[in-house]
């Protein structure tokens, strides 16, 4: 009975061990984004700064792909980046670097999906 007892306590610890290593990965991986995230901030902002004073919009791309909007953010860019039924699912962040849901967009999709699935014709 000892053993038995023993053998599934051993099991249980190897479980959680493996848990705690799933989660570590998982923490390091988040960290290697933020730190890739703060680099492109970075360098958002050095471009910004090496354009001339009266050119700097504090908006734009990092490698014509990473968006960045560091201009105080307002009701109508909230709007627009977080609904926006017309626009692309993924838009500039409103504030900082990188990419935010659009949640309209997300929405016209979902009826799209499922005015497709109710005009299918039906198995008999």
Known sequence: MGAIAGSLAERRGAGTLLAMD?????SNIRDIWRLALAIIGVIAIVQELRKPPDERTWHGKVADFVP???RMPTI????STYWDPEGP?????????GW???LGALTRM??????????????S
Do not use: C, H, T, W
């Open 22 to 26: 799933a989660e570590k990965k998982k």
């Open 68 to 70: 960045y909007d560091f």
């Open 76 to 79: 109508g860019r909230m709007r």
């Open 89 to 97: 699912i993924l838009a500039g962040k409103v504030f900082g670097v």
């Open 100 to 102: 935010a849901p659009n």
């Open 110 to 123: 979902a009826g799209n999906l499922r005015a497709k699935q109710d005009s299918a014709p039906q198995p």
